[in-house]
C-alpha cells in the first residue's frame, strides 16, 4: 500500500527552516507508519531576475569566464528572466525489514543539457528548458553501515554540509560542486552522545571512462552535537546542524589518447588527486532548529588538487592545443581527445599533465532577530592554478591561447532574504567576479540578481 503523506505542519518547518537535516539529499518527509510505504513531494519554484554588466553569462556563472576587456561583451550588459532552477522531487521509503531501512530520492531540475544562445534559441532556452535529473539514489541504512547507490553529492567536501547561502546558483566560482553516480559505504559513530565521527568511502563515476578505473574518494567528518548553527545551503530549506570540521579526498586515473593524428595508436597515463577540509563554525549558536533569530554561522573550505576541475566549479578555460601541421595539409588534422577539457593538457614536447587548482571558499550567514525571517549573507571564494603557466607558454605555439585562458579567478556576493510567508522568500543579490587571463587581461563582472521562491 503506497500513502501519499500531505503534511502542511512539516512543509512550513522545511521552507521556514526549522528542519534539522543534510538538504540537498533531502530527507523523506515523515517518519512512517510501522509496515507502510510512504511517498512526499518536495521543491520550489523559483523565478530570477539577472542583470550583468557584461555579456558573460548565461543565467548560471558557474565556471565561465568573464569577457574580455578588449571585446564588445566586455563591455556591454546583458538581462535575463529565468525560471530554469525550479525543482521537483519525490522522497520515498519503505517499511524496515531486518534492521535495514530502505529510502530514495529522485529529484530534477530544468538546467538540462541545451544549446545556449546565441549558438541556440534564446525563446527555447529560457521558456521550454530541458528537464535534467539532480539526485536519483537509494539509501540503506543500518546499525552497522550505511550505504549509497546512484546519483546524488560525491563525498569529496563532505557536500553538502557547509554549501554557502546564496541567490547565485550552485556551485558558486572556485566551488567544490559535483553529483556522480556512485557507490558509497558510510557510518556515525557516536551519533547520539556528544561528538559524531562520521567515516565514508566512495566508488564514484570516472572523471574518463576510457580510464578503466573509477574515482575513489574517501572522508572522515568530526561533528559536535551540542553546538548547534542555523544554515542554509542554497537558498532554499534553512535548518539546524551540528559544528563540524571534515577532510575528504580523491584519487582518479586518467589515460588520455596520445597527442598524434587519429587513428589513435597509444595513450598517456596520469594520475589526478585532491584534498578538501570544510567547516562549519556556529559563531551565534542556536538552541535548537525553532528558535534561528540572532544566529551567525560561518562556513569555509580549503581545496587543492590536480586534475579535479569537474568537482571544482573552475577550470580556467583550459584545453587542447591544436596538432601540429607541418605539411600544410588541408583540412588541418584534428586531435581525437577522449576526456573532456579543463582536466588535462599537453606540454610543448607533447607531455601530458594534470592541470593544479588551489582554492579557498568562506561565507556568513546572520539570522536577524527576532523570528530570523530576515537573513544577510556573504561568500567570498579564490582559486588559482600554479602550473597553468607552464603548460601554456608565452612564445609557445599555441599563442591564441594565453588570451583565452585564465589561472586565476574571484567572486564574492552579498545577498539578502527576506521568508515573506513560511513558503515564500524573496532574494536580493550583488555578485563580483573577476579573472586573470594568461597574457594578463584581468576582466571583472557586476551582477545585480532578484529572486523569488515557492518551496514545497
Known amino acids: 500500500m503506497i500513502e501519499r503523506f500531505v503534511l502542511p505542519a512539516l512543509l512550513a518547518a522545511a521552507a521556514a527552516g526549522t528542519a534539522h537535516a543534510q538538504v540537498e539529499q533531502p530527507p523523506v518527509a515523515a517518519e512512517p507508519a510501522a509496515q507502510r510505504w510512504s511517498l512526499a513531494f518536495h521543491g520550489f519554484v523559483e523565478a530570477d531576475y539577472i542583470t550583468d554588466s557584461t555579456r558573460s553569462y548565461n543565467d548560471a556563472i558557474g565556471p565561465a569566464l568573464v569577457a574580455r576587456g578588449d571585446t564588445y561583451d566586455g563591455h556591454n550588459g546583458r538581462t535575463q528572466f529565468s525560471m530554469r532552477n525550479t525543482r521537483i522531487g519525490l522522497s520515498l521509503a519503505s517499511p524496515p525489514l531486518g534492521g535495514m531501512r530502505a529510502s530514495a530520492v529522485i529529484e530534477g531540475d530544468f538546467f538540462g543539457d541545451q544549446t545556449a544562445p546565441p549558438t541556440g534559441s534564446e525563446n527555447a532556452y529560457f521558456d521550454s528548458p530541458l528537464f535534467r535529473i539532480r ?124 597527442f598524434a593524428p587519429p587513428p589513435t595508436q597509444a595513450s598517456n597515463n596520469v594520475t589526478g588527486w585532491g584534498l578538501s577540509v570544510d567547516a562549519l563554525l556556529p559563531v551565534i549558536p542556536a538552541a535548537d532548529a525553532g528558535h534561528r533569530g540572532n544566529a551567525l554561522t560561518l562556513t569555509g573550505a580549503f581545496v587543492t588538487g590536480s586534475g579535479i576541475a569537474d568537482l571544482l566549479t573552475t577550470g580556467g578555460g583550459a584545453r587542447f592545443p591544436t596538432l601540429p601541421n607541418p605539411a600544410q595539409a588541408s583540412p588541418p588534422p584534428e586531435y581525437a581527445g577522449d576526456v573532456d577539457n579543463g582536466l588535462v593538457t599537453f606540454d610543448l614536447r607533447t607531455v601530458l599533465h594534470t592541470i593544479n587548482w588551489q582554492a579557498y571558499r568562506g561565507g556568513l550567514q546572520y539570522y536577524l532577530p527576532p523570528a530570523g525571517r530576515l537573513v544577510v549573507a556573504a561568500n567570498v571564494t579564490h582559486a588559482f592554478s600554479s602550473n597553468m603557466q607552464d603548460l601554456y607558454l608565452k612564445g609557445g605555439r599555441e599563442i591564441e591561447l594565453l588570451g583565452a585562458v585564465a589561472d586565476r579567478s574571484t567572486y564574492g556576493d552579498v545577498n539578502l532574504f527576506w521568508d515573506a510567508t513560511p513558503a515564500v522568500r524573496l532574494g536580493l543579490s550583488g555578485q563580483y567576479t573577476k579573472v586573470h587571463y594568461l597574457d594578463g587581461d584581468s576582466p571583472h563582472n557586476l551582477r545585480g540578481m532578484g529572486q523569488v521562491l515557492y518551496v514545497y
Open 135 to 258: 539526485h536519483a539514489y537509494l539509501k540503506l541504512e543500518s546499525r552497522f553501515v550505511d550505504v549509497v547507490a546512484g546519483q546524488t553529492y560525491d563525498l569529496f567536501g563532505w557536500q553538502n554540509y557547509a554549501f554557502p547561502m546564496s541567490a547565485e546558483f550552485l556551485g558558486l566560482p572556485n566551488m567544490v560542486f559535483s553529483r556522480n553516480t556512485q557507490l558509497r559505504l558510510s557510518h556515525a559513530f557516536g551519533a547520539a552522545g556528544p561528538l559524531t565521527v562520521e567515516v565514508g568511502v566512495e566508488t564514484a563515476r570516472p572523471a574518463q571512462r576510457d580510464s578503466q578505473v573509477p574515482d575513489v574518494q574517501g572522508g572522515v567528518r568530526l561533528a559536535v552535537n551540542r553546538w548547534v548553527g542555523i544554515t542554509t545551503p542554497g537558498n532554499v530549506r534553512t535548518v539546524a546542524l551540528p559544528a563540524f570540521i571534515g577532510v575528504s579526498a580523491v584519487a582518479r586515473q586518467f589515460k588520455v589518447n596520445a
